[in-house]
């Protein structure tokens, strides 16, 4: 059993605005019980800004819950500095870096090659220079890309990918990058990602999560061309870690869910066979859940 398997997760003290969610741990404290094989993961992207308190109140958040954190990207405003990550990351989401699994944003390369993201994050951030690398975690295999550097059809980054998803053997597979494939929010999807989402299509991958647009955003199982398809994995945009919120233009085809106006988390309870989301907001009000099953 691999370290992130291992680790056993107590929860932390709650802050007063997320003392609801603290409460359904019951009265000692204890977690809730969870079937055997479950693991959590909270996600979320855009998140260490100094300029607003919303970082705050996501790390309190955080502190009452247990899991993994995937950090999806711009970590760290508003150039991904070595003064960004200590001033306006460290203080509140720095104190989860040991159950962290970052992956790099726009604004990380705004410090040539992203140095001070892979100064920061060390060995989590994968190979320097790269930033792609995957992991087991329970009964589930996660996959870290980065939207930042070429994914097109046969780059590295997607020979890498085509390879790892070969080698997989986990019934269930979750993805996670910056730039949001598809979205309905201000920044537009990118079509740069469609080859990975190909690949995840045919790999009959079950999660993507992105950030870049600052909202929450889910979509129902799309093909890599946006269409809705059954054997597509299922997205979400999570783009509410702490910066400045963002508005939505028209709904793309296949947009469930919208919400802009929450900072907040994505907690994924991981399954053998399949996951429960839940979007729980700063307040400590879940604003979005469902329940679906790996393919």
Known sequence: MNRVSMRRWMI???AAL????AASAGAHGQLPRRDAGEVVVLAAGDIGDCNFTDVRATAALVDSLPGEVLALGDEAYPHGSAYDFSHCYDP???RFRARTHPTPGNHEYLTPGASAYFDYFGSSAGPRGKGWYSFDLGAWHLVALNSEVDASAGSEQERWLREDLRR?????TLAFWHRARFTSGRHGSTPEMAPVW???ENARAALVLQGHDHDYERFDPLDADGHPDHDGPRSFVVGTG????H???PPLPGSVVRLRDHAGVLKLTLRPRGYRWEFVTAGGRT???GEGSCR
Not at 18 to 21: E, I, L, N, P
Not at 168 to 172: E, H, M, S, W
Not at 242 to 245: L, N, Q, V
């Open 92 to 94: 509140n989401w720095g």
């Open 198 to 200: 190909r690949d995840l």
């Open 247 to 249: 508005g939505f233009g």
């Open 18 to 21: 997320v003392a609801s969610v």
């Open 12 to 14: 932390g003290g709650a």
């Open 168 to 172: 997989n053997r986990a019934r269930c």
């Open 287 to 289: 604003a979005d859940q």
């Open 242 to 245: 702490g910066g400045e919120r």
